[in-house]
């Protein structure tokens, strides 16, 4: 894969991300948000989003294009035995399994 295509692709996964949490992110001001259970906010969050579901399928997509292509960029890399193309594609692995650690954890996906 060219290194346009790979930051063309990098570029467009990090702008779905960014338009996805717009579709499925809670504008409206919770009141003691501490008092409220996980389950709770996320159904609060998905009634008064945007758009919710197709927030979080943006997101999730996103993510799945980020790692898939970070490991077919590392794969090659390999083969050819570059070791400073590593760098990047490594760095974007990182970060996308973190994204996705994040928004599991807080409850916002599926």
């Known amino acids: 894969m060219k290194k346009f295509v790979f930051e063309s692709y990098l570029g467009l996964c990090f702008f779905v991300i960014l338009i996805g949490f717009i579709l ?6 919770i009141q003691d948000i501490e008092l409220h259970t996980t389950k709770e906010l996320v159904v609060f969050t998905s009634e008064v989003a945007i758009n919710y579901p197709l927030g979080q399928a943006l997101i999730c997509s996103a993510i799945l294009v980020l790692v898939v292509t970070s490991l077919y960029k590392i794969v090659q890399s390999l083969r050819k035995k570059e070791a400073k193309p590593l760098l990047l594609p490594f760095i974007i692995l990182v970060t996308a399994i973190i994204i996705g650690k994040l928004t599991i954890s807080f409850g916002y996906l599926f």
């Open 24 to 29: 499925s992110a809670n504008f409206i001001p």
